[in-house]
């Protein structure tokens, strides 16, 4: 324990560390007007060094209104200056044994009570009892190859959107122990990083995700044991990246791509000898890409096996642990896009991108002070140019080549074909003032919400266009908008509080389906109106636009009928469709086909088609009713007859005559005798010595869509003799 006198000089410095924070940005310091307070009392376990704590005020949604103050030596504190607002309040422990605590029923970030605070109001008695922290402890093994001192463990506990927020974290040492310290009381999944290992990441009990993982609970001070796991070893890729003469592939990045769903997987780099290596790969089927973006300009980047783009690269296979090598993949040297970008009334440097025919974004730079860009190594290919396609706040429009509005997409671009080692010049964009939508966002009491992100995405939330903050008035204005109809969310990463229970959408309503699109137009402010979580709605599904069923195929038992559901939207559609018999839905009919049956002559059939899609109106389409269904018709038959000399070595002619009602498929079988003979299958055969003495029939099977197939055969011929 140290002496009083050092407390009160550690209690003072902690005061000036303070003050220095907030005078270079960390820590805000409050307005003159600020006057509120909280204040209250930290218990701690005996020993505990109080100079070495402070306790936070964090605004929960304006992070610049927070302050934070010291602890005296008898555990008191109080933080001062604060604005109105509602706030959580934890402590902070310079040192070993003591985690973070928050006022509230058990100290957890999860059940932090809310301090409200009024003008000038001082709330007092805001006690935190702070306890020693909690450990959790486990030991690792592995196959042989994996290094466990080089194995990340984390503690998490999940937000409310289910995303891991680390408390603690260590690596496991050379025999797999590890310790997790500075838990506070709370629930945890504890997750296992590789890192260059040669494992593959997993959560606790081999699981791949979070939610599969068994929850780790832990009281105030608990030494929670016992956590241990096998590590699965992963597969290793490794190879030598070439380049063209006279550049050089090494810093080049390496990344290992799912085949399938194109998820980035796993990451390297080159060496100065071309050499890498890749550790750690879950078992499944990869591309790898080798990207020289960054360290050399002028090469294109390369796909394994002598590829320029993912849909081209060779899939590899990769089983557990496994190791290959020889990955090898040969960089060229690319071409370019050039071009000069102009803004109208704005000044500024505006990004460029560049898209590859899969829409992968495969290159990208910023225009200089005078508006030039260039960008390079790009592989022979079809390429499609955005400029200004940042989604932050900006006053300038983003464009597509050539001078296609944003909201259009990126398939209204002009598509630029690009050879390697050229440049393609004169891609040039002229920006205007965006458009402009206006707003003001208020808390569920009805107050205003400061900090809090707006952003103008496409119907459906697929694309952000532009992004913007509310002012302490909870005003926005979202600008820099390309001519269209823009969906506005409030709160887009849906972090949920007391005060702003999850994200907020134009029209005042919560479900996203059932927002009001915003039409923008360059170089005017249109109002979105008031977004309140008070008066927030769900809203009203909209109808879907149901596309009208047609019936295709042949109304005879035995047959298949197809149902075309027409154009439903806005897509994606789920469909389901139901069979109908006279109007009675048909018995597991739910297929977009469906084949006749006797049970349906004489009757007429319907499809209804069902479409339906969250935050809309099902709505439902039925087909006009087929013709009446039928029995299949025999064909009309006749019996063929044979013309040819019956000697061998001679040919004989069938001719079938007139079959109905046309056209009829027909097929031939001569026989010998009555048996039929091997590959003799056309409408003439040529007499074979077998032959001689035997006499020769030929039977035709006419067969027809709708009809039932019929067969007739021939007369029999003279007896066949042998060639003088």
């Not at 071009?339 to 990004?351: F, H, N, W």
């Not at 964009?429 to 707003?439: S, W």
């Not at 709160?491 to 309503?509: A, E, F, H, Q």
């Amino acid at each position: 324990m140290k002496s009083s006198s050092t407390k009160t000089r550690s209690a003072g410095l902690v005061g000036l560390l303070l003050l220095a924070l907030m005078m270079v940005g960390i820590i805000p310091a409050q307005a003159a007007a600020a006057t509120g307070s909280i204040s209250g009392t930290i218990t701690a376990p005996a020993g505990t060094d109080f100079s070495q704590m402070s306790v936070w005020a964090d605004e929960e949604n304006d992070w610049s209104k927070g302050s934070v103050a010291p602890v005296d030596a008898n555990g008191a504190y109080a933080i001062r200056n604060l604005s109105a607002g509602s706030y959580r309040v934890s402590t902070h422990y310079n040192g070993a044994g003591l985690p973070q605590r928050f006022f509230g029923i058990d100290g957890s970030h999860e059940k932090a009570t809310v301090i409200k605070l009024a003008d000038g109001q001082s709330v007092v008695g805001k006690n935190i009892a702070v306890v020693k922290e909690a450990t959790i402890s486990g030991k690792l093994t592995a196959p042989l190859g994996v290094d466990l001192g080089s194995v990340g463990v984390r503690a998490s506990w999940l937000d409310s959107l289910g995303r891991p927020m680390m408390t603690s974290g260590t690596n496991a040492n050379k025999n797999g122990a590890f310790t997790l310290v500075g838990l506070p009381a709370g629930a945890y999944k504890i997750e296992f990083r590789s890192y260059d290992s040669g494992a593959v990441d997993q959560w606790y009990k081999n699981a791949s995700t979070p939610e599969k993982s068994p929850t780790i609970t832990v009281k105030a001070g608990q030494k929670f044991t016992g956590v241990n796991d096998t590590l699965v070893k992963g597969a290793t890729i490794s190879g030598k990246v070439t380049a063209t003469a006279g550049m050089s592939p090494a810093g080049s990045s390496v990344s290992v791509w799912d085949a399938v769903t194109k998820a980035g997987i796993r990451g390297g780099s080159v060496a100065a000898d071309g050499s890498y290596k890749i550790v750690g790969i879950p078992q499944g089927t990869y591309k790898v890409e080798v990207n020289p973006r960054h360290s050399n300009v002028g090469l294109a980047t390369g796909w394994y096996k002598n590829a320029s783009f993912f849909d081209k690269a060779t899939p590899l296979v990769l089983a557990a642990g496994a190791s290959k090598t020889g990955i090898d993949v040969a960089l060229a040297k690319g071409g370019a896009v050039s071009g000069k970008i102009s803004a109208s009334g704005v000044a500024g440097s505006y990004s460029v991108d560049v898209y590859d025919s899969s829409g992968q974004n495969v290159g990208g730079t910023y225009s200089d002070s005078k508006g030039n860009y260039s960008v390079q190594g790009l592989a022979t290919g079809s390429y499609k140019v955005a400029f200004n396609r940042a989604s932050g706040a900006s006053l300038a429009e983003a464009q597509y080549y050539d001078n296609k509005a944003e909201s259009e997409g990126l398939t209204a671009a002009k598509a630029l074909t690009v050879t390697a080692g050229k440049t393609l010049p004169g891609i040039n964009a002229n920006l205007r003032i965006g458009g402009t939508i206006t707003g003001t966002l208020l808390d569920s009491e009805g107050k205003s919400l400061a900090g809090i992100t707006v952003a103008a995405q496409s119907a459906g939330g697929v694309l952000t266009a532009r992004t913007a903050t509310t002012d302490k008035a909870g005003k926005f204005a979202v600008s820099g908008l390309s001519n269209g109809s823009y969906m506005l969310v409030a709160n887009p990463y849906d972090i949920k509080t007391p005060t702003m229970p999850g994200s907020l959408y134009s029209g005042n309503v919560t479900v996203m389906a059932n927002a009001k699109p915003i039409a923008a137009t360059v170089g005017k402010s249109v109002s979105a109106g008031t977004l309140s979580y008070k008066t927030a709605t769900t809203g009203t599904p909209k109808a879907l636009t149901a596309g009208a069923p047609t019936i295709t195929g042949t109304t005879v038992t035995g047959q298949k009928l197809t149902a075309k559901a027409g154009t439903w939207g806005p897509a994606p559609v789920a469909l389901n469709y139901q069979w109908k018999r006279n109007g009675v839905a048909i018995s597991n009919a739910t297929a977009s086909t469906y084949v006749l049956t006797t049970a349906d002559v004489a009757k007429k059939i319907t499809v209804t088609v069902t479409g339906s899609k969250a935050g809309y109106v099902t709505a439902a389409k039925t087909s006009a009713a087929t013709a009446a269904v039928t029995a299949p018709k025999p064909v009309t038959a006749v019996t063929p007859t044979i013309s040819g000399t019956t000697v061998t070595g001679q040919k004989l002619t069938a001719k079938a005559g007139t079959w109905g009602p046309a056209p009829v498929s027909l097929k031939y079988q001569w026989k010998r005798n009555g048996v039929a003979i091997s590959n003799a299958t056309a409408s003439t055969y040529v007499l074979r010595s077998a032959d001689a003495g035997t006499k020769i029939t030929v039977t035709v099977t006419g067969s027809k869509t709708g009809y039932v197939t019929a067969a007739k055969t021939s007369a029999t011929s003279k007896t066949v003799t042998a060639k003088k």
